[in-house]
Nanobody, 118 residues
Framework: QVQLVESGGGLAQPGGSLRLSCAASGRVFSTYAMGWYRQVPGQERELVAR?????????ADSVKGRFTISRDSTANTMTVYLQMNSLKPEDTAVYYC??????????WGQGTQVTVSS
């Protein structure tokens, strides 16, 4: 089992910045990748960015150059950060932390709301 605790999110103005954090604990030694997805009501959940244990990253074209994903690891924890700059109203969504283990078992955080509005 992996437990995911998200923090960050909230309200930002267009052009502003926010930082999301997601701390994983439990069987993190089996975690292959962590990342962030987002979902708008009525739409499918989409990948924003993810980072693997060997620091390979995937970033959605819609946020490339504006969002940066990074991670920290200890023996028992793994934390992933999403630095979101130059925010746009279309970035408004619920953002979900995701952890994928070897063997394709997935875990999800509870979600955190990001709202970009003036």
């Amino acid at each position: 089992q992996v437990q995911l605790v998200e923090s960050g999110g909230g309200l930002a103005q267009p052009g502003g910045s926010l930082r999301l954090s997601c701390a994983a604990s439990g069987r993190v030694f089996s975690t292959y990748a962590m990342g962030w997805y987002r979902q708008v009501p009525g739409q499918e959940r989409e990948l924003v960015a993810r980072v693997t244990r060997d620091d390979r990253t995937d970033v959605a074209d819609s946020v490339k150059g504006r969002f940066t994903i990074s991670r920290d690891s200890t023996a028992n924890t793994m934390t992933v950060y999403l630095q979101m700059n130059s925010l746009k109203p279309e970035d408004t969504a619920v953002y979900y932390c995701n952890a994928v283990q070897y063997g394709a078992v997935e875990y999800w955080g509870q979600g955190t709301q990001v709202t970009v509005s003036s």
